[in-house]
């Protein structure tokens, strides 16, 4: 049974600028809580006991916006010579690894070796949104003789894996053997043996370990069409989820709405004002963020 899930925050977010001038994307909030929170929330879900996050663009948000969780101090030490951060998420550890130059999937993963010891471990980018059941993408792995097992979805604009049966053959023909099929959903579990196939102390994707597995046709996957999932990489997506899904009450209840102001279909955070005679349609205004009185938004997205 997997226990561990590593979930990658390192990333600079760029096509969710401006609102990744104010904080990783793994914090920006989606129905009052901090994006990553939601895949930790399915991750505990699916049995998970024990999180490790990297940092690496405007890392004191994670101790002191609204990520921040309980400090105990320094934890373990990482490939790069500095030591974690050891945390506690709703009664669970939790490991912020630091990377103060950024070390790419496959260097983020060689980082936290130590964490990881002899354990398998699920990965699940800490920026996207999903409800896939991760419940089957470890039962797939533990059943499977693979050091990694991908999840995939059958659709998608980036169909980058050429799938076989249970084992991915290809990364956009990169072995020259077929062209891509499923998209890969950056969520997947490993073993300790794939560290082995990732350089210490480099910058490197880990999609040459993946390559080399599926060269010796040991790289697993499982299709899980089931559930949600979404990448919310710019703002136009990021707005289509407040408007599509329905997570959590719209309006917060700590939210402070004057009774003239008119809210449609958008979602407004906790100690959020919205101000006499304002209008805001399918828009977001974040925790604490202001609409003043007689203002009209639509399509619009108010940070703090």
Not at 20 to 26: A, E, G, N
């Amino acid at each position: 049974m997997i226990c561990k899930a590593f979930l990658p925050g390192a990333g600079l977010g760029t096509r969710l600028r401006p609102l990744t001038d104010l904080r990783p994307k793994p914090l920006v909030p989606l129905f009052h809580l901090p994006l990553i929170e939601w895949a930790m929330e399915s991750c505990r879900a699916a049995g998970i006991t024990a999180f490790a996050i990297n940092k690496h663009h405007l890392p004191e948000c994670w101790v002191t916006g609204d990520g921040a969780w309980e400090i105990d101090g320094d934890g373990l030490p990482g490939g790069n010579g500095l030591a974690s951060r050891q945390c506690t998420w709703n009664g669970l550890p939790l490991h912020l690894f630091p990377e103060p130059e950024l070390l790419e999937t496959g260097g983020g993963v060689k980082n936290i070796e130590a964490w990881i010891g002899g354990d398998s471990v699920l990965v699940h980018n800490g920026d996207i949104f999903s409800t896939l059941p991760l419940d089957r993408l470890i039962a797939a792995h533990a059943a499977s003789d693979c050091p990694v097992t991908l999840a995939l979805r059958s659709d998608g604009e980036a169909r980058h894996i050429a799938l076989e049966g249970d084992r991915a053959v290809d990364i956009r023909n990169m072995l020259g053997r077929a062209e891509g099929s499923h998209q890969f959903t950056g969520i997947y579990c490993f073993d300790a043996e794939l560290l082995d196939l990732i350089p210490a102390g480099q910058k490197i994707s880990v999609i040459p370990a993946f390559l080399e597995l599926a060269r010796q046709g040991r790289l697993g996957a499982i299709v899980l069409d089931d559930g949600d999932w979404r990448d919310l990489g710019d703002p136009v997506a990021y707005l289509a989820a407040h408007r599509e899904l329905d997570l959590a009450p719209k309006i917060h209840p700590a939210a402070i709405i004057d009774p003239t102001a008119i809210i449609e279909a958008s979602v407004i955070g906790p100690g959020a004002e919205v101000g006499a005679g304002a209008v805001v349609k399918d828009s977001v205004v974040w925790p604490g963020g202001k609409v003043g009185a007689g203002e009209q938004l639509v399509s619009r997205i108010v940070t703090a």
